[in-house]
């Protein structure tokens, strides 16, 4: 497969991850605040600005009104906008279009229905009433294109690569939202008493990463932070999880580099270090200083990505 | 009798932006021919790069580079020896009868043999207020008229360097009457060929021990093709019939054909190149 | 929905067998003056369309509107899109396709693709010819000018053998009919011709929406393009190589026909590369992989000839590969067509072709020349710009339909500014009597109903060394624009798919 080609597929997979997250996590806290224990995370301001710092685009400054329309279109459906998920949709087909030949033409087919259905979407009804039926069409839509990733396409290269940017991205989306989240619940206790460990947005979080009905099951308990971290950074049985998702990444480029020699400057290498330094984790190192944890392991991945990006994607 | 050169060609890059990806094709080697002889070169980059050689599409050999590193900066040295035959330009009779040496200049199949080096290209256009400026004299042989011509190019052009430049139009040239030997060539070409007589770009070194015209880069000069007789070289830039001073490396319909230096470099930006060449005459004997 | 469909035509056939009058043709308006490819001069349907005038005459009107709404979205979502040109905002649109599908009997398609072939075989012996001995410069045929004067006669190639002696490895012949029942050719596009995925799309597309209609036809395939391509590609591979690496090159995903490149390289089983896929080592040329460089052998390239090589053509192309063309002419890569073919690709080589045709192969033209006026003929000029109303004029380089003017719809300013630009560079233009392309009953989406309109056909010739391929089928492009002759899809044109019978 051609150097480039590959990398376009795995940022495809890559846009269709970032897509999913960012509508979803639109959607899970604007609707959780609508009715949310306390008065800060009833705030509307409160809820933009977290949008705003999960796309890595904070407002700094406390003393900023931000307008809700402007936001929501800004994230969703502005085209000027670099990050916003119309933007990645588009770059996900275009990505999809150069390797055409690769895919099937039913995954092909409903990346591009994907788009001309964001394309379309009309700015107004997005803002006013559209914001529950845009986001939850956008996750579901990029659920059809992984069941068609998974159902279509031969599982080999092309799949690996495209399996691995979307576990790439998914690692990176978790601990975003993990710091979003984090960053919130800081600001949020106190008031009404709601304490740190016990906030209300682990739930949110947990909602942001479709896990919480699975976490419930699994601790039977109220979220806390450290059963939500270890439950969304640590449990390799929660598909949403950085351990999950580095496992996957794993095992995927074992498909490119099924080398069993040892090779220390390999990406595999380096993917299979980072796994296992957090296969064998405890929580409680990594709540006692979540900053750092957070700062760690994105440095790790943006490791992992130049290496890939050096070793399969050099054209 | 001959003479020996050393010739030194370097050239330096240098770029605004880091440069990802860059190839570089030379077209700098003298050829070996009836009257020179390529003894040995070398070639170096400053940033230690293997070099390739090739074949271009006219048959010329080119040195390429295609660094595997990013850089700001990258320089180039080439040097040659050559050792130049002493070749008596005039070995030949001039026909005596020149309204017959002419009309071979009529005949359909010497126009299609010799067509690349007839045609008009982009660099030997002359609008039509141009195009009779120096018509031959039919009375006259295709020697005599070509080298009246040679004559009268190098009278009526001043060598000027800084006035043009590669992109410069015929027309322009003609306005200010000033050039560099490129320009000298690419009128001579043009007028040859308005007057049916094939002629050919010509890129090379110049040894200036005699204080002929030219810079310290590389030379230019024709070749015109007189029937019975083959190719001969014309330096209009210095009146001269090309003589042992003259170290060729290829020739083509126009510069464009024979560039020195090639280059697809991807990296935004403004980068500035320094060429240089030095012909030293090493012995005489 | 198809299946409800499936059982209508059963139920037409039954009722309206013998009722010509059926009631989608009941508007249409039917110009005795042209040729109509279905109905005689007498109004009668042609023997070969009675069965499927009878099938689609079991439609109603609202049928088709439906099933033409869904082949246009089956287009869109399929992403067979293309852009135009010239616009600011270059915006997707599909090629429009007509569901109504042309047939050509089998002797009207055997001198179709004999002419073809005929004709790709003498430019190939032509492009040979100009690159090596020059005979017919030599002796007088065709005009020195004529390749002279072409920015496309490239010297590179001066005594260059292509693998094989194969230039145009593939030509697309535009050919139509005229009024009297002959077909001509007017155009060879032996550069990059493209159009031949709309053929295969086009007979997928029809046979989703009315696949019953082929159980009444014996028609053949078209969908065998792709491995004849490769195969005869593979005739001419380069020396020493057993199994060749074929790619196909394209500019990039914002061409306008990059869905064709990226499905001839889907069907052909081969790589897409771009130019910065590839580079040149040595002499040899390889694709940057994942696995690390892999040699390429055959390119199919759809990148004009001067873009291909930035060291040895246009410095400024960004499509090209450095250093290819040298790997080339050392026989280390096979390109396809090879460089210098555009030369062959001028409206007034064109014109020549007869000549052509008779010096290299001694044979008439199977298919008919449009009588063509050189504008560079003194004499010739003249006549062109005192009949300018009844002539088409054409610049010599300018491909897709851009820059042609027809006399007959010219204002008299547009005359006189024609006349002009003419009279100004006459080496630019040949002038052609207006053709009157024959028409064909066409589905017109805004009146929702049948209506002539004109038609062409391109059609597809591979050459291979000692073989070649001309596709079953072609492309036949229609004019939407009422009384339009132009049918390039630059230009407002839509296609039909086209039905070549067996015996």
Same mark, same amino acid.
């Given at each position: 497969m051609l150097a480039r080609v590959a990398n376009n597929l795995f940022w495809m997979g890559r846009y269709i991850e970032r897509s999913e997250h960012m509508a979803r996590y639109l959607n899970v806290n604007y609707f959780s605040s609508l009715d949310a224990p306390n008065q800060l995370s009833q705030s509307r301001q409160f809820v933009l600005r977290s949008m705003l710092f999960m796309v890595g685009d904070a407002e700094e400054d406390e003393s900023v009104e931000l307008n809700e329309d402007e936001v929501l279109q800004k994230i969703a459906l502005d085209h000027e906008c670099g990050y916003s998920i119309i933007n990645n949709v588009k770059y996900a087909r275009e990505n999809a279009n150069s390797a055409r030949d690769l895919i099937s033409t039913e995954l092909y087919e409903a990346i591009n229905k994907f788009y001309h259905f964001i394309l379309n979407y009309p700015v107004d009804v997005f803002v006013k009433r559209g914001l529950y039926d845009f986001t939850i069409n956008v996750t579901e839509m990029t659920a059809i294109l992984r069941g068609k990733i998974r159902g279509t396409l031969l599982h080999d290269e092309v799949y690996a690569i495209i399996m691995m940017g979307i576990n790439m991205e998914r690692a990176n989306q978790i601990i975003r939202i993990i710091n979003a989240k984090y960053n919130d619940a800081l600001k949020a206790q106190g008031s009404y008493g709601d304490k740190f460990s016990h906030s209300f947005e682990w739930s949110t979080l947990l909602k942001c990463a479709e896990s919480y009905d699975m976490m419930r099951r699994f601790y039977k308990k109220t979220p806390t932070s450290i059963t939500t971290l270890e439950f969304l950074i640590l449990n390799p049985n929660c598909p949403r999880s950085i351990m999950n998702s580095l496992n996957q990444v794993y095992k995927h480029i074992r498909v490119l580099d099924p080398s069993k020699k040892y090779n220390k400057n390999s990406t595999a290498f380096l993917v299979g270090r980072v796994r296992s330094e957090y296969e064998y984790k405890y929580i409680e190192e990594i709540e006692s200083n979540i900053k750092n944890f957070i700062d760690t392991l994105l440095k790790e991945l943006i490791q992992i990505s130049k290496k890939m990006e050096k070793e399969f994607f050099n054209y | 009798m001959y003479q020996e050169y050393s010739i030194k060609y370097s050239a330096k890059n240098r770029y605004e932006t880091l440069v990802n990806d860059a190839y570089w094709q030379f077209l700098i080697i003298p050829e070996d021919n009836k009257s020179q002889q390529l003894v040995s070169w070398e070639f170096a980059n400053s940033l230690n790069d293997i070099h390739q050689t090739s074949i271009n599409g006219f048959g010329f050999k080119t040195i390429r580079v295609h660094p595997g590193q990013k850089f700001n900066e990258i320089s180039f040295e080439a040097s040659f020896t050559v050792i130049k035959k002493e070749v008596n330009p005039f070995d030949f009779s001039l026909p005596q009868d020149s309204t017959a040496d002419c009309a071979k200049l009529d005949d359909l199949n010497f126009q299609i043999d010799f067509e690349p080096f007839l045609r008009k290209t982009r660099f030997t256009s002359l609008s039509e207020s141009y195009t009779n400026i120096f018509p031959f004299d039919r009375d006259k042989t295709i020697f005599e008229n070509i080298q009246s011509l040679n004559k009268w190019i190098s009278k009526y052009l001043s060598f000027q360097p800084g006035v043009t430049d590669v992109n410069t139009p015929l027309d322009t040239i003609i306005k200010e009457k000033q050039g560099v030997c490129q320009d000298f060539t690419h009128l001579f070409c043009a007028l040859a060929r308005k007057n049916k007589v094939p002629a050919r770009y010509v890129s090379g070194y110049l040894h200036q021990g005699h204080g002929y015209f030219g810079d310290s880069q590389m030379h230019a000069w024709a070749e015109a093709y007189i029937p019975d007789v083959g190719w001969l070289g014309f330096d209009p830039t210095n009146n001269l019939l090309a003589n042992t001073n003259h170290v060729k490396v290829c020739h083509g319909k126009d510069y464009t054909d024979c560039s020195p230096l090639k280059g697809v470099v991807y990296a935004p930006g403004e980068n500035t190149t320094i060429h240089s060449v030095k012909v030293l005459s090493e012995q005489q004997q | 929905?198809?299946?409800?469909?499936?059982?209508?035509?059963?139920? !037409?056939?039954?009722?309206?067998?013998?009722?010509?009058?059926?009631?989608?043709?009941?508007?249409?308006?039917?110009?005795?003056?042209?040729?109509?490819?279905?109905?005689?001069?007498?109004?009668?349907?042609?023997?070969?369309?009675?069965?499927?005038?009878?099938?689609? $005459?079991?439609?109603?009107?609202?049928?088709?509107?439906?099933?033409?709404?869904?082949?246009?979205? @089956?287009?869109?979502?399929?992403?067979?899109?293309?852009?135009?040109?010239?616009?600011?905002?270059?915006?997707?649109?599909?090629?429009?396709?007509?569901?109504?599908?042309?047939?050509?009997?089998?002797?009207?398609?055997?001198?179709?693709?004999? !002419?073809?072939?005929?004709?790709?075989?003498?430019?190939?012996?032509?492009?040979?010819?100009?690159?090596?001995?020059?005979?017919?410069?030599?002796?007088?045929?065709?005009?020195?000018?004529?390749?002279?004067?072409?920015?496309? &006669?490239?010297?590179?190639?001066?005594?260059?053998?292509? *693998?094989?002696?194969? &230039?145009?490895?593939?030509?697309?012949?535009?050919?139509?009919?005229?009024?009297?029942?002959?077909?001509?050719?007017?155009?060879?596009?032996?550069?990059?011709?493209?159009?031949? @995925?709309?053929?295969?799309?086009?007979?997928?597309?029809?046979?989703?929406?009315?696949? !019953?209609?082929?159980?009444?036809?014996?028609?053949?395939?078209?969908?065998?393009?792709?491995?004849?391509?490769?195969?005869?590609?593979?005739?001419?591979?380069?020396?020493?190589?057993?199994? *060749?690496?074929?790619?196909?090159?394209?500019?990039?995903?914002?061409? @306008?026909?990059?869905?064709?490149? @990226?499905?001839?390289?889907?069907?052909?089983?081969?790589?897409?590369?771009?130019?910065?896929? +590839?580079?040149?080592?040595?002499?040899?040329?390889?694709?940057?992989?994942?696995?690390?460089?892999?040699?390429?052998?055959?390119?199919?390239?759809?990148?004009?000839?001067?873009?291909?090589?930035?060291?040895?053509?246009?410095?400024?192309?960004?499509? $090209?590969?450095?250093?290819?063309?040298?790997?080339?002419?050392?026989?280390?890569?096979? +390109?396809?067509?090879?460089?210098?073919?555009?030369?062959?690709?001028?409206?007034?080589?064109?014109? &020549?072709?007869?000549?052509?045709?008779?010096?290299?192969?001694?044979?008439? *033209?199977?298919?008919?020349?449009?009588?063509?006026?050189?504008?560079?003929?003194?004499?010739?000029?003249?006549?062109?710009?005192?009949?300018?109303?009844?002539?088409?004029?054409?610049?010599?380089?300018?491909?897709?339909?851009?820059?042609?003017?027809?006399?007959?719809?010219?204002?008299?300013?547009?005359?006189?500014?024609?006349?002009?630009?003419?009279?100004?560079?006459?080496?630019?233009?040949?002038?052609?009597?207006?053709?009157?392309?024959?028409?064909?009953?066409?589905?017109?989406?805004?009146?929702?109903?049948?209506?002539?309109?004109?038609?062409?056909?391109?059609?597809?010739?591979?050459?291979?060394k000692d073989r070649e391929f001309v596709l079953k089928g072609g492309l036949t492009r229609v004019a939407l624009k009422k009384g339009n002759l132009i049918v390039n899809s630059s230009q407002g044109g839509g296609s039909k798919d086209t039905w070549v019978l067996k015996d």
């Amino acid at each position: 497969m051609l150097a480039r080609v590959a990398n376009n597929l795995f940022w495809m997979g890559r846009y269709i991850e970032r897509s999913e997250h960012m509508a979803r996590y639109l959607n899970v806290n604007y609707f959780s605040s609508l009715d949310a224990p306390n008065q800060l995370s009833q705030s509307r301001q409160f809820v933009l600005r977290s949008m705003l710092f999960m796309v890595g685009d904070a407002e700094e400054d406390e003393s900023v009104e931000l307008n809700e329309d402007e936001v929501l279109q800004k994230i969703a459906l502005d085209h000027e906008c670099g990050y916003s998920i119309i933007n990645n949709v588009k770059y996900a087909r275009e990505n999809a279009n150069s390797a055409r030949d690769l895919i099937s033409t039913e995954l092909y087919e409903a990346i591009n229905k994907f788009y001309h259905f964001i394309l379309n979407y009309p700015v107004d009804v997005f803002v006013k009433r559209g914001l529950y039926d845009f986001t939850i069409n956008v996750t579901e839509m990029t659920a059809i294109l992984r069941g068609k990733i998974r159902g279509t396409l031969l599982h080999d290269e092309v799949y690996a690569i495209i399996m691995m940017g979307i576990n790439m991205e998914r690692a990176n989306q978790i601990i975003r939202i993990i710091n979003a989240k984090y960053n919130d619940a800081l600001k949020a206790q106190g008031s009404y008493g709601d304490k740190f460990s016990h906030s209300f947005e682990w739930s949110t979080l947990l909602k942001c990463a479709e896990s919480y009905d699975m976490m419930r099951r699994f601790y039977k308990k109220t979220p806390t932070s450290i059963t939500t971290l270890e439950f969304l950074i640590l449990n390799p049985n929660c598909p949403r999880s950085i351990m999950n998702s580095l496992n996957q990444v794993y095992k995927h480029i074992r498909v490119l580099d099924p080398s069993k020699k040892y090779n220390k400057n390999s990406t595999a290498f380096l993917v299979g270090r980072v796994r296992s330094e957090y296969e064998y984790k405890y929580i409680e190192e990594i709540e006692s200083n979540i900053k750092n944890f957070i700062d760690t392991l994105l440095k790790e991945l943006i490791q992992i990505s130049k290496k890939m990006e050096k070793e399969f994607f050099n054209y | 009798m001959y003479q020996e050169y050393s010739i030194k060609y370097s050239a330096k890059n240098r770029y605004e932006t880091l440069v990802n990806d860059a190839y570089w094709q030379f077209l700098i080697i003298p050829e070996d021919n009836k009257s020179q002889q390529l003894v040995s070169w070398e070639f170096a980059n400053s940033l230690n790069d293997i070099h390739q050689t090739s074949i271009n599409g006219f048959g010329f050999k080119t040195i390429r580079v295609h660094p595997g590193q990013k850089f700001n900066e990258i320089s180039f040295e080439a040097s040659f020896t050559v050792i130049k035959k002493e070749v008596n330009p005039f070995d030949f009779s001039l026909p005596q009868d020149s309204t017959a040496d002419c009309a071979k200049l009529d005949d359909l199949n010497f126009q299609i043999d010799f067509e690349p080096f007839l045609r008009k290209t982009r660099f030997t256009s002359l609008s039509e207020s141009y195009t009779n400026i120096f018509p031959f004299d039919r009375d006259k042989t295709i020697f005599e008229n070509i080298q009246s011509l040679n004559k009268w190019i190098s009278k009526y052009l001043s060598f000027q360097p800084g006035v043009t430049d590669v992109n410069t139009p015929l027309d322009t040239i003609i306005k200010e009457k000033q050039g560099v030997c490129q320009d000298f060539t690419h009128l001579f070409c043009a007028l040859a060929r308005k007057n049916k007589v094939p002629a050919r770009y010509v890129s090379g070194y110049l040894h200036q021990g005699h204080g002929y015209f030219g810079d310290s880069q590389m030379h230019a000069w024709a070749e015109a093709y007189i029937p019975d007789v083959g190719w001969l070289g014309f330096d209009p830039t210095n009146n001269l019939l090309a003589n042992t001073n003259h170290v060729k490396v290829c020739h083509g319909k126009d510069y464009t054909d024979c560039s020195p230096l090639k280059g697809v470099v991807y990296a935004p930006g403004e980068n500035t190149t320094i060429h240089s060449v030095k012909v030293l005459s090493e012995q005489q004997q | 929905m198809v299946r409800s469909v499936e059982n209508r035509y059963i139920k !037409g056939k039954e009722n309206s067998m013998d009722n010509l009058e059926n009631q989608i043709f009941a508007s249409y308006q039917r110009n005795p003056d042209l040729f109509d490819e279905i109905f005689d001069e007498n109004g009668v349907v042609k023997d070969v369309y009675k069965t499927l005038f009878n099938l689609y $005459g079991g439609h109603s009107i609202q049928d088709y509107v439906r099933l033409n709404e869904k082949a246009k979205s @089956s287009f869109f979502n399929q992403g067979i899109t293309f852009q135009v040109y010239g616009e600011k905002d270059a915006k997707e649109k599909i090629f429009p396709f007509d569901l109504f599908p042309r047939i050509i009997d089998t002797a009207e398609w055997d001198i179709i693709e004999r !002419g073809s072939i005929q004709r790709s075989r003498a430019l190939n012996l032509f492009l040979w010819d100009i690159y090596h001995d020059k005979k017919i410069l030599k002796q007088g045929i065709v005009p020195l000018e004529l390749v002279s004067s072409s920015d496309n &006669y490239l010297h590179q190639m001066m005594n260059v053998n292509p *693998p094989g002696g194969i &230039y145009n490895h593939i030509s697309g012949t535009d050919v139509i009919k005229h009024t009297d029942g002959n077909y001509y050719v007017l155009e060879d596009n032996i550069r990059c011709p493209s159009g031949v @995925s709309y053929v295969i799309c086009n007979r997928t597309a029809l046979k989703r929406a009315l696949f !019953g209609v082929f159980n009444h036809y014996q028609t053949h395939t078209v969908t065998n393009y792709a491995e004849n391509l490769l195969d005869l590609l593979e005739t001419v591979k380069p020396k020493g190589i057993d199994i *060749p690496n074929t790619v196909v090159i394209t500019p990039g995903m914002y061409n @306008s026909a990059f869905y064709e490149h @990226s499905y001839l390289a889907k069907t052909m089983g081969v790589e897409l590369v771009e130019g910065r896929d +590839l580079f040149v080592e040595n002499d040899f040329v390889y694709m940057k992989t994942i696995q690390g460089p892999e040699r390429v052998d055959v390119i199919y390239r759809r990148i004009d000839d001067l873009f291909i090589d930035p060291l040895e053509f246009r410095p400024d192309s960004a499509l $090209g590969v450095p250093g290819l063309f040298a790997a080339y002419k050392k026989g280390n890569v096979t +390109l396809a067509n090879a460089p210098g073919t555009g030369v062959a690709d001028d409206k007034a080589v064109y014109t &020549y072709m007869p000549e052509i045709i008779k010096y290299y192969l001694d044979e008439e *033209p199977i298919i008919k020349n449009v009588h063509t006026y050189h504008c560079s003929r003194p004499d010739e000029l003249k006549y062109v710009l005192e009949h300018i109303s009844e002539l088409v004029i054409k610049p010599v380089d300018e491909a897709g339909g851009y820059g042609i003017s027809i006399g007959n719809r010219l204002s008299k300013e547009e005359v006189e500014e024609v006349k002009k630009q003419v009279a100004q560079n006459p080496r630019k233009y040949v002038a052609q009597p207006i053709m009157s392309l024959s028409v064909h009953p066409t589905y017109i989406d805004e009146n929702e109903s049948f209506e002539q309109r004109h038609i062409d056909l391109r059609t597809f010739t591979v050459l291979g060394k000692d073989r070649e391929f001309v596709l079953k089928g072609g492309l036949t492009r229609v004019a939407l624009k009422k009384g339009n002759l132009i049918v390039n899809s630059s230009q407002g044109g839509g296609s039909k798919d086209t039905w070549v019978l067996k015996d």
